[in-house]
């Protein structure tokens, strides 16, 4: 299984992006999500999108952030707007994890958790 992530970059505080990930080696479609890690902080859950397309997101950046998902194609998108300073970070894709006991790591990317990619430098100024 592999994941790999794309559209991270630097953009000024109000601005967007859009994150993609697409997964392959799966044999079945998977929930997939996004977590961030900032210098000095925890790794974060930041939005899930479950095969049903249910989704959640933390506090932080509801109403800013939109996950989607495109099963065909076995891909995750994580749109970001309204971007804040706060929101620097290094985000990653995962799959196939139990997010409710996942929530937060000391560290990203956690292989003892499923599927992870290599992630992608979002810097807001």
């Known amino acids: 299984v592999q994941l790999v992530e794309s559209g991270g970059g630097s953009v000024q505080a109000g601005g967007s992006l859009r994150l993609s990930c697409t997964a392959s080696?799966?044999?079945?479609?998977?929930?997939m999500g996004w977590y961030r890690q900032a210098p000095g902080n925890e790794c974060e859950l930041v939005a899930t999108?479950?095969?049903?397309?249910?989704?959640y997101y933390t506090n932080s950046v509801k109403g800013r952030f939109t996950i989607s998902q495109d099963n065909g194609k076995n891909a995750a998108y994580l749109q970001l707007d309204s971007l804040k300073p706060e929101d620097t970070a290094v985000y990653y894709c995962?799959?196939?994890?139990?997010?409710?006991?996942?929530?937060?790591?000391?560290?990203?990317?956690?292989?003892?958790?499923?599927?992870w990619g290599q992630g992608t430098q979002v810097t807001v100024s």
């Open positions: 999108i479950s095969v049903d397309s249910s989704t």
């Open positions: 995962a799959a196939d994890i139990v997010w409710a006991l996942a929530t937060q790591f000391a560290l990203c990317p956690n292989h003892d958790f499923g599927y």
């Open positions: 080696g799966f044999s079945y479609d998977s929930d």
